[in-house]
């Protein structure tokens, strides 16, 4: 802030960020007020609306009759750190989810229930309404759309034809992901599916904006692809897209074992 700004500013109100509720500031205060130490974590505001931790001691200090005159705070900018446990946790969690999925694979011979049981397991890490998996024929060197689900409802594909699968002349991502074998992202999905031709899961009046593909690919041999789509923009990072492809090689591997019966 500069000067002018700060002029007969509270330097509190400046940094407040709201994040913490009245009690927690009441407390704080309480136990100074008293004459004893505080420490802990705040939430406070920069002037550009970001946020950042500090964790702060406050010690009161007393004059000789035991009367509070001043107080020292000894502030440390922890932001690095928290963004670091948080990252940690969340690594921790997905990782966690990868073996549930992957016992409760281990246990499942019903194609359908094998993709229902992957998309309840990826809404636990990551909020996405739709998921596709279309796999490669390779007999009619094609497409098969063979499960969608938009918003907790598995659709009826069965009017859904087999699409070429040419990729030289097919854009789409669905073909190039099969192609390369490699995920792809975008965020804008509409103009990138609609000029290709593809299909794209959309049964509510605001069509998906991001959208992730990712290889499913079992033994060393390419079974077709996953779609993810989020009606919100930038849903999609190369940290999901690492995860999401461990949840692909899983469903690729359980998807050829249920074959074996």
Do not use: C
């Amino acid at each position: 802030y500069s000067l002018e700004e700060a002029i007969d500013k509270n330097p509190r109100e400046l940094i407040k960020s709201g994040e913490h509720e009245p009690n927690y500031y009441r407390e704080m205060w309480d136990t100074i007020l008293h004459g004893e130490t505080w420490r802990g974590e705040i939430i406070n505001s920069r002037k550009d609306g970001s946020l950042y931790t500090e964790y702060m001691t406050i010690t009161p200090i007393q004059d000789a009759s035991g009367k509070i005159t001043n107080f020292i705070a000894i502030k440390e900018d922890i932001s690095l750190r928290k963004e670091q446990e948080n990252q940690i946790q969340q690594h921790l969690a997905i990782q966690e989810q990868l073996v549930k999925m992957g016992r409760a694979f281990s246990s499942i011979i019903d194609i359908q229930l094998i993709y229902r049981t992957a998309y309840r397991y990826i809404r636990e890490i990551i909020d996405v309404p739709n998921m596709g998996i279309t796999l490669y024929n390779e007999d009619k060197n094609g497409l098969e759309r063979v499960f969608a689900i938009n918003e907790g409802i598995v659709m009826d594909l069965s009017q859904f034809s087999i699409l070429p699968y040419e990729p030289e002349k097919d854009r789409s991502l669905r073909s190039q992901v099969i192609a390369t074998q490699k995920p792809a992202i975008t965020n804008d999905l509409v103009e990138k599916e609609s000029r290709s031709g593809s299909i794209f899961i959309s049964t509510t009046g605001t069509p998906p904006q991001s959208a992730i593909y990712v290889p499913l690919v079992g033994e060393h041999k390419i079974l077709g692809v996953m779609e993810l789509q989020s009606f919100e923009k930038n849903v999609f990072t190369e940290e999901s897209s690492e995860w999401l492809s461990v949840v692909a090689n899983q469903i690729a591997l359980a998807h050829q074992n249920a074959n074996l019966y």
